[in-house]
């Protein structure tokens, strides 16, 4: 089992940047893809960012995809989502998950979440 703990959220202004950092528990992160999503209100769960197991490998949703970076440390077992050039439109809840398979963008494919954390941009 893993356990997800997100940080580093915050009310920024449009144009700001953001790290958000994912802590996981357990000695097997290293084997699980990590997948960033967000929930704005009223809408459902989406896609943001997901990294390869070694971190080789990255995708990206289109609406990010330029000004945001996932990361990830499997010494520190943490992964990252940095965002730059912040949108009002970037406004939600952020989730870390992991998944056991790479190049999934549903976030039912995920089996571990955290309890996520707000980033709000103001205009």
């Known amino acids: 089992q893993v356990q997800l703990v997100e940080s580093g959220g915050g009310l920024v202004q449009a144009g700001d940047s953001l790290r958000l950092s994912c802590a996981a528990s357990?000695?097997?992160?290293?084997?699980?893809?990590m997948g960033w999503f967000r929930q704005a209100p009223g809408k459902e769960r989406e896609f943001v960012a997901a990294i390869s197991w070694g971190g080789g490998r990255t995708d990206y949703a289109d609406s990010v995809r330029g000004r945001f970076t996932i990361s990830r440390d499997n010494a520190k077992n943490t992964v990252y989502l940095q965002m730059n050039s912040l949108k009002p439109e970037d406004t939600a809840v952020y989730y870390c998950g992991a998944c056991r398979s790479f190049g999934n963008t549903m976030s039912k494919a995920y089996d571990y979440w955290g309890q996520g954390t707000q980033v709000t941009v103001s205009s």
């Open positions: 357990g000695r097997t992160f290293s084997s699980y893809v």
